[in-house]
Structure formats: C-alpha cells, structure tokens
C-alpha cells in the first residue's frame, strides 16, 4: 500500500512559481513511477508530469502544454516527489493530483496505469 499526500498549492500570480509537493508512504517509494495529473473545473484529468524508470535510468516526460516551464523531480531520501512549476498562466489553473504506478517504462501516461492517487491539492493562477 502507498499513501500519498500533496502540498505546495496555493494562489499565485501568471508568471510567478510554485513548488509542489507529493509525499508517499511505503519503502519501495523509490522504485515506483510516479506522475502528476490535474484536474479544471468541469474538466477531465490531464496528464502533466512523470518520472520512471526506462532502461536503466530515469525517464521524463511532460505534457506539452507544460514543456519548458514544469519540472518533476524526486527526493527517495525523503520519499518525496516534487513539480516545480514557473512561468504559471491562468489556464495551469487546477486539482494537481499525484499518483503512483508500479509499471515502469516510458510514456507510462494513462490515467488507468496509476494505482495509487493523493488527494490532490488546488492551484489558482489569476490574470
């Protein structure tokens, strides 16, 4: 079982940055995929952010509507994932859920391949 925990939302200004924050439960935290997804009002969930395991290393991958401005990272030490988001537009504005897979790879993207959500934190961007 992984329990997850997100903190870091908030309200921010377009332009300006926050730091998300998704700690997990578990010792095999560290080798577990983990992604971001949010969520707007009258919207479904889109997939934003993940880190995984591929071929031997660490695999990235982003939405492109983020690409360039959201970086996922992770702290194992700390059981700890991370999404450092800058340059925010009103249109980031969302539920910012993360979620954990045991399947790894690359472009391990699909809402149904996460069994494992917190229970999401709000992100407000005014204009």
């Known amino acids: 079982q992984v329990q997850l925990v997100e903190s870091g939302g908030g309200l921010v200004q377009a332009g300006g940055s926050l730091r998300l924050a998704c700690a997990a439960s578990g010792r095999a935290f560290s080798t577990y995929g983990v992604a971001w997804f949010r969520q707007a009002p009258g919207k479904e969930h889109e997939f934003v952010a993940t880190i995984n395991w591929s071929g031997g290393g660490i695999y990235y991958y982003y939405a492109d509507s983020v690409k360039g401005r959201f970086t996922i990272s992770r702290d194992n030490a700390k059981n700890t994932v991370y999404l450092q988001m800058n340059s925010l537009k009103p249109e980031d504005t969302a539920v910012y859920y993360c979620?954990?897979?045991?399947?790894?790879?690359?472009?391990?993207?699909?809402?149904?391949?996460?069994?494992?959500w917190g229970q999401g934190t709000q992100v407000t961007v005014s204009s």
């Open positions: 979620a954990v897979t045991t399947t790894r790879g690359a472009l391990v993207i699909g809402l149904n391949q996460y069994g494992y």
